[in-house]
């Protein structure tokens, strides 16, 4: 995904609501995707990873999907809370071509209300 | 926490300075990435460094360069500083032989 300047899409969710998070990456060619959580002040925090020979991959509370096919990536969280509230990064990268560089998406503001 | 530390936390320099950022990885990585990133952005690969040497580079000009210490600890210099230098800076540590790239807080950099 490219930069899309300040203004981050958001996502409003109620507390213990599901959550979705949608990317679309960029390069037919990345095998590695990860997602990560960036609260305010800190560096980015690794949620959940999956290799493009998987199309679904679950972690407590979390689930990745990947679909190849539309170069689509989706973070979902289970029964969210208050401290889910973030920045998500979503970040691609080259099955060793590309020495780990990761590619990030332009970011979703995740905001939970009680 | 992921156990990879950066110092300093904050810093504030004037344009045309130097800077020099640190980085300690996590015990046992032997990888280090840096990233900048601007407000309101997705971090941007600056380079890679793997066992001490530079190991991939991003669209970053010359005057951001960098170290890798035996001890894989990890240090990014930047010349003759910009105001558009003013970033977020993270580094992020990783093993050889695996993707998952664990960051750092950060260097909060404001150049004035």
């Known amino acids: 995904g490219e930069s899309v300047g300040l203004h981050l899409p958001t996502l409003s969710v109620q507390e213990g609501d599901n959550s979705i998070i949608n990317c679309a990456y960029s390069n037919s060619a990345s095998d590695y995707f990860i997602w990560y959580k960036q609260e305010s002040g800190k560096g980015p925090q690794f949620i959940i990873d999956i290799r493009s020979n998987m199309d679904k991959r679950q972690g407590q509370r979390v689930t990745v999907l990947l679909n190849k096919t539309v170069k689509h990536l989706s973070l979902q969280i289970a029964a969210t809370q208050p401290g889910d509230s973030a920045v998500y990064f979503c970040a691609e990268s080259g099955f060793r071509d590309s020495w780990g560089k990761l590619q990030f998406g332009a970011g979703t503001q995740v905001v939970v209300t009680p | 926490e992921t156990g990879v530390t950066q110092s300093p936390t904050h810093l504030i320099k004037t344009r045309g300075q130097q800077v020099t950022l640190r980085c300690s990885s996590q015990s046992g990585h032997n990888t280090v990435s840096w990233y900048q990133q601007a407000l309101g952005q997705g971090p941007q690969f600056i380079f890679q460094y793997y066992r001490e040497e530079e190991n991939g580079r991003g669209n970053f000009p010359p005057r951001f360069s960098g170290l890798q210490f035996p001890n894989y600890s990890s240090e990014l210099n930047v010349n003759a500083l910009e105001l558009d230098d003013s970033a977020l800076y993270l580094c992020?540590?990783?093993?050889?032989?695996?993707?998952?790239?664990?960051f750092g807080p950060g260097t909060r950099l404001t150049v004035l």
């Open positions: 992020a540590s990783s093993s050889d032989g695996t993707d998952t790239q664990y």
